[in-house]
């Protein structure tokens, strides 16, 4: 009797452990994302960078394309800068969806905007971008097409937007824009809610080009647990969950894990003892996030 009860209980113990790895890996499956990002540094985007961009959505006949060229000033040349090089790349439809406060609601338009296979967010001005799109269907509709399998795709200010930690690109202590840092102060790096597609790590752009090595390292001192991806231009990453590809011209720069950080308030300096940087290329890979 004691036997037949011992048995029952540690079969019922067996059938608990099974059940909750079972919940445990459904909800890891359901958590992530079956889409991809293609995150450019901005500048020129030949041919053969854009190819990845096709051989990533392997499109169906009945796939079209999305364009937001929000962060724009000029919306409709963004537009069709994109149109003319990616029409000779797919046969698919590109269609703009320029949203603004009065269409962000419109059910229709957020049903095409979940469905298209590839969503292009174009240069700019991030902030602008954002604007209009946080807090609105739009948002929740890119995620939804991200979540379901799209291929979401930004340059330069379209890269920007993809972190939950999103670089403006404006200094709290200094009154005029500049393209770059010249110092390394805490406090000073300005950053609002960006599309939060990648979580773990803050993306900055441009930047070999435009030397922003000051504005990465302050983003390091402000959110030490996430990873610092520089992009240069013409060059790409592909986030697909936690592992990182580089395609392109140049080289993406990687910041993570200071340590011994010391802020001095008199002036807003700072001290770090150590911190790691990789330089990646075209063909490697390097992971961000739980690893």
């Known amino acids: 009797m004691k036997l037949t009860i011992q048995n029952q209980l540690q079969k019922g113990i067996q059938i608990a452990l099974t059940l909750f790895f079972i919940l445990c890996f459904s909800l890891a499956n359901a958590q992530k994302p079956k889409g991809k990002l293609f995150i450019i540094g901005g500048g020129n985007r030949s041919d053969q960078l854009m190819q990845h961009v096709v051989d990533l959505a392997q499109f169906k006949k009945t796939d079209y ?72 269907p739009v948002y929740n509709s890119i995620h939804k097409a991200f979540q379901n399998g799209s291929i979401i795709a930004g340059t330069s200010a379209g890269a920007a937007v993809m972190s939950e930690k999103m670089i403006t690109g404006n200094q709290k202590l200094e009154k005029e824009y500049s393209g770059t840092f010249d110092n390394i102060r805490f406090d000073n790096l300005e950053t609002s809610p960006g599309l939060g597609l990648v979580t773990t790590a803050i993306i900055d752009q441009h930047f070999l080009r435009r030397s922003r090595y000051n504005r990465l390292i302050s983003a390091m001192v402000e959110f030490p647990h996430l990873t610092g991806i520089g992009i240069d231009e013409s060059t790409a990453i592909i986030v697909d969950d936690n592992t990182i590809s580089v395609v392109g011209e140049s080289e993406v720069i990687v910041m993570k894990n200071p340590k011994g950080i010391q802020k001095l308030k008199q002036n807003k300096l700072i001290s770090m003892e150590k911190m790691e940087m990789s330089i990646y290329v075209a063909g490697q890979q390097f992971k961000i996030g739980n690893e």
């Open 65 to 136: 394309i999305v364009v937001l060229p929000m962060s724009s000033e000029e919306p409709d040349s963004a537009y069709i800068y994109f149109r003319d090089q990616f029409q000779k790349l797919a046969p698919n439809p590109i269609v703009m969806l320029n949203f603004d406060k009065t269409t962000v609601q419109n059910p229709k338009l957020n049903d095409s905007l979940q469905k298209a296979k590839l969503i292009f967010i174009s240069g700019g001005d991030q902030t602008r971008f954002m604007n209009v799109v946080a807090n609105t």
